[in-house]
């Protein structure tokens, strides 16, 4: 891409963005930002990275996986130099010493725009210290950054949001996420909006998202994310396999689903259904089948103390307009993680926060898990049905984000609020999760079922169940 190309485009990000609308699929209308170059306002050289980010591809405990951008197809072959940072290095001495390592990235084009996606995996890290890098080649390189080792004990904090987008408030929550400094971010699906309508095209609205998360969060905070429906632009995706660098596996070659643990907790990331068309579901329910009836397993051994599932959906939602659940996951999901026991369910999509007691088909159930919505991460915000159902233990309607801090056998979580003016936070609820009891994880071993027996007549079971609910729902 030439410069004056390359002009425009950035120009397009923000001189038009800013006098536009971004009307996404969900109805929102929120102003995006002008935003400033991630490298501090000047327009950069094509061949200087852009878009930074981090995630876990591979082991959490000794390796990041960093992906960015360049807009120059005739650029050098990018590298990620990295090394670990000495106790007795300064700041100054970050910047300036040469790096222990470098590996060259895997290079690909991005979808439907002239630029190219660079990812690249630092390994065997020492465990005990912080990481510098920097990704590029000697046409440009990146600011050197230094990340927080990751913990290798029981205790680490995460924080979970969703519906991210490009307004004041989104980039307020990403630069609250930061300063908690929490050992990565679940972000739980529709992260751009690139499949929103806006004077932008969908990839020069994911380069504009990548900005921002490069400036406000990513370039040193892990993030980990599951897709939403406004991933779905573009055929099934591709730009959001593109783009992000999640754990691979033969059953989710480009990272839709995948699970990871962290210090005692097994994570599961589902897409919910987002890539629908795919023709991937059947696999990715088997996949949610085998690896949560593993962890239950593991669970009742003693191995790890909770499981946790993130989805961009939610199952059950007070939503204005979307209450009282989306009886499709109902009927394809809920059942499997009732059978094995999910402790924590982080989801996004309805604008609104909501946190359920523990619960199961609708129903308050001490065996059941807790549903945290969190999707009010900066596009907007949704009002609330007419009446709360039972489940419910807490509704807010607010940008904010939810801190979990895990210790052994326990998770405190903390909900912030963030001021839409200030951007300053306070708390707004907090709740805790203790480890289930001997018999509960015992209860939640089951053996794994087959495809047959996974797919029942969804359309009776959601009948059935709206049926059912409904009548309860009055004597809540
Ligand atoms: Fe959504
Ligand atoms: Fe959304």
Redesign the pocket.
């Known amino acids: 891409m030439n410069p004056e190309d390359l002009l425009r485009r950035r120009l397009l990000q923000g001189g038009l963005s800013a006098a536009s609308l971004l009307l996404t699929g969900?109805g929102d209308s929120t102003t995006p930002l002008n935003l400033p170059d991630a490298a501090g306002g000047a327009p950069r050289s094509p061949t200087t990275p852009r878009g930074v980010h981090l995630s876990w591809r591979e082991d959490p405990l000794t390796s990041r996986t960093v992906t960015w951008f360049t807009d120059d197809p005739a650029a050098p072959a990018q590298r990620l130099q990295y090394g670990p940072m000495m106790p007795d290095m300064s700041e100054a001495d970050a910047q300036r010493l040469p790096f222990a390592d470098e590996v060259v990235a895997d290079t690909s084009e991005t979808p439907f725009v002239e630029a190219l996606t660079h990812q690249a995996t630092a390994r065997d890290l020492p465990a005990d210290l912080p990481l510098r890098y920097r990704v590029g080649s000697d046409a440009g390189w990146s600011p050197v950054r230094v990340i927080r080792p990751t913990p290798t004990g029981d205790d680490f904090r995460f924080v979970h949001f969703g519906?991210h987008g490009r307004t004041q408030d989104s980039r307020n929550v990403a630069r609250a996420i930061r300063a908690a400094q929490p050992d990565f971010a679940l972000l739980a699906?529709?992260l751009s909006y690139a499949s929103g309508s806006s004077s932008l095209g969908p990839q020069e609205v994911w380069d504009a998202w990548f900005d921002l998360v490069e400036a406000e969060l990513g370039a040193e905070t892990i993030l980990m994310t599951a897709a939403?429906?406004?991933e779905n632009e573009g055929n099934n995706g591709v730009a959001y396999r593109n783009r992000m660098a999640m754990p691979t596996s033969t059953v989710s070659p480009d990272g839709t689903f995948y699970t990871f643990q962290l210090g005692r907790v097994q994570f599961i990331v589902s897409t919910g259904g987002a890539f629908a068309t795919d023709g991937t579901l059947v696999t990715e329910i088997l996949f949610l089948e085998t690896q949560l009836a593993r962890a239950a397993l593991r669970r009742a051994a003693g191995e790890i103390d909770f499981i946790v599932v993130s989805q961009?959906f939610t199952i059950w939602t007070d939503q204005e307009g979307r209450g009282p659940a989306n009886l499709t996951l109902v009927a394809l999901q809920e059942n499997i993680f009732v059978r094995y026991g999910v402790d924590l369910l982080a989801v996004?999509?309805d604008h609104i926060y909501q946190r359920s007691h523990p619960m199961g088909f609708g129903l308050r159930n001490p065996l059941g898990y807790v549903q945290i919505t969190s999707g009010c991460g900066g596009v907007g915000i949704r009002g609330f049905e007419p009446r709360i159902q039972g489940w419910s233990a807490k509704a807010l309607a607010e940008p904010l984000f939810v801190e979990y801090v895990v210790s052994r056998g326990r998770i405190d979580a903390l909900t912030h609020g963030v001021d839409s003016l200030t951007g300053e936070t306070r708390v707004v609820d907090t709740f805790t999760l203790e480890r289930r009891g001997r018999e509960s994880a015992g209860m939640a071993v089951q053996p794994v079922r087959d495809v047959a027996a996974l797919h029942p007549d969804y359309d009776r079971l959601a009948r059935r169940t709206l049926f059912r609910n409904r009548l309860l729902l009055a004597n809540c």
């Open positions: 969900c519906d699906g529709d939403g429906n406004h961009h996004g999509h």
